[in-house]
């Protein structure tokens, strides 16, 4: 099946410092890229997405980056705050057979903000 | 409006059992789909319904089963319990067609699985 790598699976920052997951993908016909976050103990959110007609979006201090030749994105987190500690997961919609699509995810990165 | 509901929280069974987990996604949404969480391995794509049709099926022994009603709430169903099996079972509703439309995934809080 398709897959989506993500890396590193641990990363822990100082309070203000910028934060990086890079994600990879196998597919080059997938065209929809979020990202969720999920705290401790909580269900997981979607924080940004990007569609392959985009190569950058940013909300904020968070921003992801998508380069569909090299088939990898990015989650970029500016001045990163105790309360960005959690599991972040990147995923990728691939498509299955005529219309039907297929969301997978990475196995997630724990992000640790130490003040 | 009230979240994707899940019950039960938690469940504790012993290998062998069968046991079925509850969905029930946001008012007004069709869609519904399952992952598996476990420790390291993120989330597993178990199936998805749409219309009460499964649309799409993860690479999941045939144990695993679902199905969705006209209200749009979702079982599945897990026969012969194994030690691996232990794991978070979130389920995630989207308003329209779901993975097919690209949507955004709303996640219940999960149904811990326990098999001892």
């Known amino acids: 099946g398709e897959n989506v790598e993500q890396h590193p699976s641990t990363l822990s920052v100082q309070e203000g410092d910028s934060a990086v997951i890079k994600c990879t993908y196998s597919?080059?016909?997938?065209?929809?890229f979020p990202w969720y976050k999920q705290e401790l103990g909580k269900r997981p959110q979607l924080i940004i997405d990007?569609?392959?007609?985009?190569g950058e979006k940013k909300d904020q201090r968070i921003a992801v980056t998508l380069n569909k030749t090299a088939k990898h994105f990015s989650l970029h987190i500016t001045e990163t705050q105790p309360e960005d500690s959690a599991v972040y997961f990147c995923?990728?919609?691939?498509?299955?057979?005529?219309?039907?699509?297929?969301?997978?995810f990475g196995s997630g990165t724990q992000l640790t903000v130490l003040p | 409006k009230a979240g994707v509901t899940q019950t039960p929280r938690y469940l504790i069974k012993t290998r062998g059992q069968q046991v079925t987990l509850s969905c029930s996604p946001i008012?007004?949404?069709?869609?519904v789909s399952w992952y598996q969480q476990t420790p390291g391995q993120g989330l597993q794509f178990l199936f998805e319904?749409?219309?009460?049709?499964?649309?799409n099926k993860g690479n999941f022994p045939g144990r695993f089963s679902g199905r969705q009603f006209s209200n749009s709430r979702s079982e599945m169903n897990v026969s012969t319990l194994e030690l691996g099996d232990s794991a978070l079972y979130l389920c995630?509703?989207?308003?329209?067609?779901?993975?097919?439309?690209?949507?955004?995934?709303?996640f219940g809080s999960g149904t811990q699985l326990s098999v001892l």
């Open positions: 995630a509703s989207s308003l329209g067609q779901g993975a097919a439309t690209n949507e955004k995934l709303f």
């Open positions: 597919d080059s016909a997938s065209n929809y």
């Open positions: 990007i569609r392959s007609n985009v």
């Open positions: 995923a990728a919609s691939f498509l299955i057979s005529g219309s039907a699509r297929q969301l997978t």
């Open positions: 008012s007004g949404h069709r869609s």
């Open positions: 319904y749409f219309s009460e049709t499964q649309r």
